[in-house]
């Protein structure tokens, strides 16, 4: 009888070469795009088998930037955020299923809390690429798009506008770049 044994590693995000970045309408005639830059987690993958994986994820509510400062300090409020009562976001994975076209390709389901609030979303993920850094660090690339309704999640303040339509769009496209580096054993 052999006894097969199974390996777990844990990649840790690198919140320096991660971007978290969000879109949303405003006044119905242009997109206004932003990020957070408070990223971190981990990604638990057994037997390098990424499908497998479990992610876990936090990312600091405050560090919202939309290169507009009262813009920032508005959306940080309570008529948004409400930085003060939820200070952190946080995505778990439900589940990852690798596409059966594409080895690389994966959908990725899980709960996004955010406002108090816990809503499955689904993200369209790659696997952009696997490599040692210059240091012996094994890096692996994900990028990842999807997609919310930001009243699904308390998020509902907006403004009507004269000319009919609102100031802010409900849709928010969620677009996400990660690098995460594996922890030593």
Same mark, same amino acid.
């Not at 242009?30 to 990020?35: A, F, K, Q």
């Not at 690429?129 to 850094?133: A, E, N, V």
């Given at each position: 009888m052999t006894l097969v044994q199974s390996k777990t590693t844990t990649w840790q995000i690198d919140p320096a070469h991660s971007q978290l970045e969000f879109a949303v309408r405003h006044l119905m005639i242009?997109?206004?795009?932003?990020?957070f830059s408070d990223v971190a987690g981990t990604l638990t993958v057994p037997d390098d088998d990424f499908?497998?994986?479990q992610l876990d994820a936090s990312i600091g509510v405050a560090s919202i930037d939309t290169r507009e400062a009262q813009r920032d300090g508005h959306l940080k409020s309570?008529? @948004?955020f409400d930085v003060e009562q939820y200070p952190t976001m946080?995505?778990?994975s439900r589940r990852i299923e690798r596409s059966p076209r594409d080895e690389n390709k994966y959908t990725v389901v899980g709960d996004l809390t955010l406002h108090g609030v816990t809503r499955e979303i689904v993200l369209d993920a790659t696997l952009e690429?696997?490599?040692?850094?210059p240091w012996g660090n094994s890096r692996?690339? @994900?990028?990842a798009t999807g997609k919310l309704n930001r009243k699904d999640f308390g998020l509902a303040w907006n403004q009507l506008l004269e000319t009919g339509g609102v100031a802010v769009g409900d849709e928010v496209k969620i677009a996400i770049d990660v690098e995460v580096v594996a922890k030593p054993d």
């Open positions: 242009s997109t206004v795009r932003g990020r499908s497998q994986a309570a008529d @948004f946080t995505f778990k690429g696997q490599t040692k850094d692996v690339g @994900f990028s």
